[in-house]
């Protein structure tokens, strides 16, 4: 997919008509639009948005106030329009969105869409690129210099977008979301609800139990589904109030931040050795068969041995001959008669003597006891290991070198005592050290390091909340099975009842196929997420890292093909958004043909990545928070980045941009007029250009988009 | 086969026939009404249910 050009009529400061026609030449993928502070660069990424989606960014003020001013002044029906022309696979598209003033007070718009020439409707914009991804396609200064990914230091942030469901809606996931809540409502439909003939207390009790667990469940589900974004947004919202906070108080802020990772350091490690020897205790219990299996197999070995010494494996004499000295009464070695007490003893040799093939099967039966009690010892051994390591890292009394399951077991249990103390205790000085900073309601003109640690609070709270939630529903969802089973065999008395039951488990189990999917959906997507914004940062940095991508869609940097996590620069750190939004970019137009051909579980999480294909995105000021060390870094990296990339920035350091002019398809000046700039020209090849104008008799501001090609 | 196909696989082997069949209806009505009105979509898949609900009965009887 492509845009082809943008054109905009009275649009916010845009006075009369303007065009951008964008570079589509995949070897100059940058579009680049110069234009100083207030000439609408802004405004200009929210053309895009409010054309496809009627909405805007984050933070887009004024949104009543779409036509512009001088317009408005000429004629107060005056109309703003915008339209985006784009292609996508061999189809041309159009969509325009005109509003007048009066109708933009109320937020009401025309919408025309058309494919080829063709009259089309807005979902067949939406189905290329769904609404879920606005925030990605078309990201403002402002995320930039908030994105919490730009604090390197800190770990495990992300961005305040949704990027599961993003993911998930680009792989029409969203039909399986969908899917999920209406079989939810179709559960507690009226027509599943008991007949209303029916009179039966105990029924009527397991079915109120029944529904009471469905509604906790459904509650745990709705809070599962929507706590990544809430995580998200709590996430971005502390990075900006923690930024606030340095600029307040630098000093106050690092101590408390300190002391604050510190014991969440501290509470984590604790989780995880509870979790450490919790399974180790599990491993323990598994095996434990192998104590009781040693004593049976040495036994069972040592009589084999016995067997073996004493000649009867394999038999020194056959049986054949022992059958014929008892038939003929001598002794087939010495041809001397047997006495009654020899044959006695010859009878029992006899009895207890193995035929050759016993034999074989006795060695081999031996061979096999002591594999396996080799394979005990190396099992035991490798747990006495693990038990060693647990125990020394608690401060536990360590196992003795020959201790066996059993005693494993009991100096994993001591472990376990000590894990779940240590985690009682840095869980409550945690909850100690967040109680003596609170805060609950702070008032206007608050200090801003008290907001951020409310801010950080709320993470806290949201991150072990996330951290329990699976647990949490799955136990909601056994409870919800066993309630239901109950009320299933109770109401099996009547029949119409019996059919209405019957109905809900065969809805319960569609609902289940499809939450699964979902989760698949966003488990594979994630991998193939991971890929992707791996593959995009190695083109913009040549860097040996890994970047991970957690469960939440946060992302954390390491050293490759280790633990250790990286503190990045602030370019570094910069290049990991662009890399973050590449990513999904790259990611969109192969899910979009998963989707298309309804291979969604096939193909999902086998995906590969390239520079040569992606959407395209617009990219408001990316460098506007950073000096020229870090911009030009920025700079470079962006046309490695996607096939289209358009970029309004300031011309500030226009000298940066040069430098890249060979990638660089179409450049525009966006030429500011107003009483509050001064006269400035922008230089671009060699050639002046008009970049702002001083003229007391324009007010507000007017712009004019000219080409610099 | 794809591990997510594999998993997809397996959990609809061990789906009953019946909800195979309200599964392969609520994916087509889901996917006519991705954009549009989904008000009535709930209430038609319990009427699925219970008919597939009913054919169950008929087929044990």
Same mark, same amino acid.
């Given at each position: 997919?492509?845009?082809?050009?943008?054109?905009?009529?009275?649009?916010?400061?845009?006075?009369?008509?303007?065009?951008?026609?964008?570079?589509?030449?995949?070897?100059?993928?940058?579009?680049?639009?110069?234009?100083?502070?207030?000439?609408?660069?802004?405004?200009?990424?929210?053309?895009?948005?409010?054309?496809?989606?009627?909405?805007?960014?984050?933070?887009?003020?004024?949104?009543?106030?779409?036509?512009?001013?001088?317009?408005?002044?000429?004629?107060?029906?005056?109309?703003?329009?915008?339209?985006?022309?784009?292609?996508?696979?061999?189809?041309?598209?159009?969509?325009?969105?005109?509003?007048?003033?009066?109708?933009?007070?109320?937020?009401?718009?025309?919408?025309?869409?058309?494919?080829?020439?063709?009259?089309?409707?807005?979902?067949?914009?939406?189905?290329?690129?769904?609404?879920?991804?606005?925030?990605?396609?078309?990201?403002?200064?402002?995320?930039?210099?908030?994105?919490?990914? *730009?604090?390197?230091?800190?770990?495990?942030?992300?961005?305040?977008?949704?990027?599961?469901?993003?993911?998930?809606?680009?792989?029409?996931?969203?039909?399986?979301?969908?899917?999920?809540?209406?079989?939810?409502?179709?559960?507690?439909?009226?027509?599943?609800?008991?007949?209303?003939?029916?009179?039966?207390?105990?029924?009527?009790?397991?079915?109120?139990?029944?529904?009471?667990?469905?509604?906790?469940?459904?509650?745990?589900?709705?809070?599962?589904?929507?706590?990544?974004?809430?995580?998200?947004?709590?996430?971005?919202?502390?990075?900006?109030?923690?930024?606030?906070?340095?600029?307040?108080?630098?000093?106050?802020?690092?101590?408390?931040?300190?002391?604050?990772?510190?014991?969440?350091?501290?509470?984590?490690?604790?989780?995880?050795? @509870?979790?450490?020897?919790?399974?180790?205790?599990?491993?323990?219990?598994?095996?434990?068969? *192998?104590?009781?299996?040693?004593?049976? @197999?040495?036994?069972?070995?040592?009589?084999?041995?016995?067997?073996?010494?004493?000649?009867?494996?394999?038999?020194?004499?056959?049986?054949?001959?022992?059958?014929?000295?008892?038939?003929?009464?001598?002794?087939?070695?010495?041809?001397?008669?047997?006495?009654?007490?020899?044959?006695?003893?010859?009878?029992?040799?006899?009895?207890?003597?193995?035929?050759?093939?016993?034999?074989?099967?006795?060695?081999?039966?031996?061979? *096999?006891?002591?594999?396996?009690?080799?394979?005990?010892?190396?099992?035991?051994?490798?747990?006495?290991?693990?038990?060693?390591?647990?125990?020394?890292?608690?401060?536990?009394?360590?196992?003795?070198?020959?201790?066996? @399951?059993?005693?494993?077991?009991?100096?994993?249990?001591?472990?376990?005592?000590?894990?779940?103390?240590?985690?009682?205790?840095?869980?409550?000085?945690?909850?100690?050290?967040?109680?003596?900073?609170?805060?609950?309601?702070?008032?206007?003109?608050?200090?801003?390091?008290?907001?951020?640690?409310?801010?950080?609070?709320?993470?806290?709270?949201?991150?072990?909340?996330?951290?329990?939630?699976?647990?949490?529903?799955?136990?909601?969802?056994?409870?919800?099975?066993?309630?239901?089973?109950?009320?299933?065999?109770?109401?099996?008395?009547?029949?119409?009842?019996?059919?209405?039951?019957?109905?809900?488990?065969?809805?319960?189990?569609?609902?289940?196929?499809?939450?699964?999917?979902?989760?698949?959906?966003?488990?594979?997507?994630?991998?193939?997420?991971?890929?992707?914004?791996?593959?995009?940062?190695?083109?913009?940095?040549?860097?040996?890292?890994?970047?991970?991508?957690?469960?939440?869609?946060?992302?954390?940097?390491?050293?490759?093909?280790?633990?250790?996590?990286?503190?990045?620069?602030?370019?570094?750190?910069?290049?990991?958004?662009?890399?973050?939004?590449?990513?999904?970019?790259?990611?969109?137009?192969?899910?979009?043909?998963?989707?298309?051909?309804?291979?969604?579980?096939?193909?999902?999480?086998?995906?590969?990545?390239?520079?040569?294909?992606?959407?395209?995105?617009?990219?408001?000021?990316?460098?506007?928070?950073?000096?020229?060390?870090?911009?030009?870094?920025?700079?470079?990296? *962006?046309?490695?980045?996607?096939?289209?990339?358009?970029?309004?920035?300031?011309?500030?350091? @226009?000298?940066?941009?040069?430098?890249?002019?060979?990638?660089?398809?179409?450049?525009?000046?966006?030429?500011?007029?107003?009483?509050?700039?001064?006269?400035?020209?922008?230089?671009?090849?060699?050639?002046?250009?008009?970049?702002?104008?001083?003229?007391?008799?324009?007010?507000?501001?007017?712009?004019?988009?000219?080409?610099?090609? | 086969?794809?591990?997510?196909?594999?998993?997809?696989? %397996?959990?609809?082997?061990?789906?009953?026939?019946?909800? %195979?069949?309200?599964?392969?209806?609520?994916?087509?009505?889901?996917?006519?009404?991705?954009?549009?009105?989904?008000? %009535?979509?709930?209430?038609?898949?319990?009427?699925?249910?219970?008919?597939?609900? %009913?054919?169950?009965?008929?087929?044990?009887?």
């Amino acid at each position: 997919m492509k845009f082809l050009s943008l054109r905009i009529h009275n649009w916010r400061s845009f006075y009369g008509d303007h065009q951008i026609e964008m570079s589509t030449d995949p070897d100059k993928p940058v579009t680049l639009l110069l234009g100083p502070n207030g000439s609408g660069k802004t405004a200009l990424l929210n053309a895009f948005t409010w054309a496809l989606y009627g909405s805007f960014t984050e933070g887009f003020k004024l949104t009543d106030s779409l036509v512009n001013f001088e317009a408005v002044a000429l004629d107060s029906a005056a109309e703003a329009w915008v339209e985006v022309t784009l292609t996508h696979e061999d189809d041309d598209y159009t969509v325009r969105r005109s509003t007048d003033a009066q109708r933009q007070l109320r937020q009401e718009y025309e919408l025309t869409v058309t494919k080829n020439g063709d009259r089309a409707v807005e979902d067949d914009i939406h189905r290329i690129l769904p609404e879920p991804l606005k925030d990605l396609f078309f990201f403002p200064a402002e995320t930039f210099s908030r994105a919490s990914v *730009l604090d390197g230091d800190t770990a495990g942030e992300g961005t305040s977008f949704d990027v599961g469901k993003a993911i998930r809606s680009l792989l029409s996931g969203d039909i399986y979301d969908h899917a999920s809540a209406d079989l939810r409502r179709a559960i507690e439909s009226e027509t599943l609800k008991p007949p209303k003939n029916y009179r039966d207390e105990t029924v009527e009790k397991s079915r109120r139990e029944y529904e009471q667990s469905q509604e906790e469940l459904n509650a745990a589900e709705e809070r599962y589904d929507i706590l990544p974004g809430l995580l998200a947004s709590a996430r971005d919202q502390a990075a900006k109030a923690k930024q606030e906070a340095e600029r307040y108080d630098p000093k106050k802020m690092q101590r408390w931040q300190q002391e604050h990772d510190d014991l969440r350091s501290q509470v984590q490690k604790t989780e995880q050795a @509870v979790a450490r020897a919790d399974d180790l205790y599990l491993d323990l219990a598994r095996t434990s068969h *192998l104590y009781f299996s040693r004593l049976a @197999v040495n036994t069972a070995v040592d009589r084999l041995n016995a067997a073996e010494e004493v000649g009867l494996m394999p038999p020194r004499i056959d049986e054949s001959v022992l059958e014929k000295t008892l038939t003929t009464g001598r002794c087939m070695l010495c041809l001397e008669e047997i006495s009654d007490d020899s044959r006695k003893r010859v009878t029992l040799l006899r009895e207890r003597a193995a035929d050759a093939q016993v034999a074989v099967r006795g060695l081999e039966t031996r061979s *096999l006891l002591n594999q396996y009690l080799d394979r005990h010892r190396t099992e035991t051994d490798r747990l006495r290991e693990e038990a060693l390591g647990l125990a020394n890292d608690l401060g536990v009394v360590a196992p003795q070198q020959d201790a066996d @399951v059993k005693m494993l077991r009991a100096v994993v249990r001591s472990c376990i005592d000590v894990a779940d103390a240590l985690l009682k205790k840095t869980n409550r000085e945690f909850e100690e050290f967040q109680a003596s900073n609170d805060v609950d309601l702070p008032a206007d003109g608050r200090s801003p390091v008290e907001v951020a640690m409310v801010k950080q609070r709320l993470v806290d709270t949201l991150e072990t909340e996330f951290r329990e939630i699976d647990v949490k529903v799955n136990t909601l969802k056994k409870k919800t099975k066993d309630a239901f089973a109950d009320y299933q065999t109770k109401s099996g008395k009547s029949d119409d009842h019996r059919l209405k039951t019957t109905a809900i488990e065969i809805l319960t189990d569609a609902k289940a196929y499809f939450d699964v999917a979902r989760k698949g959906l966003e488990e594979f997507g994630r991998a193939d997420f991971q890929n992707a914004i791996n593959l995009t940062y190695a083109d913009l940095i040549a860097k040996p890292l890994e970047i991970r991508v957690g469960d939440d869609f946060s992302i954390r940097v390491f050293q490759t093909d280790s633990d250790v996590e990286m503190p990045l620069s602030q370019s570094e750190s910069v290049l990991l958004l662009i890399s973050f939004l590449g990513a999904i970019a790259r990611l969109a137009p192969h899910y979009e043909q998963i989707a298309l051909q309804s291979q969604q579980f096939r193909l999902t999480g086998g995906v590969s990545t390239s520079q040569k294909s992606g959407f395209p995105v617009v990219l408001d000021a990316p460098t506007s928070p950073f000096d020229g060390e870090y911009e030009e870094d920025v700079v470079a990296a *962006l046309p490695n980045l996607l096939p289209q990339v358009i970029v309004p920035v300031s011309a500030k350091s @226009v000298e940066v941009w040069e430098r890249i002019e060979s990638s660089i398809g179409r450049a525009y000046v966006m030429e500011l007029t107003s009483t509050k700039t001064t006269n400035r020209t922008v230089r671009w090849k060699g050639k002046d250009h008009t970049y702002s104008v001083e003229d007391e008799a324009v007010d507000p501001a007017r712009t004019r988009i000219v080409s610099l090609s | 086969m794809s591990e997510f196909e594999d998993r997809m696989k %397996k959990l609809a082997e061990n789906l009953s026939p019946e909800a %195979k069949t309200v599964v392969k209806q609520v994916l087509a009505a889901e996917h006519k009404r991705r954009f549009g009105d989904r008000i %009535k979509l709930p209430e038609a898949f319990a009427t699925a249910a219970l008919k597939a609900a %009913k054919g169950l009965k008929e087929t044990e009887q």
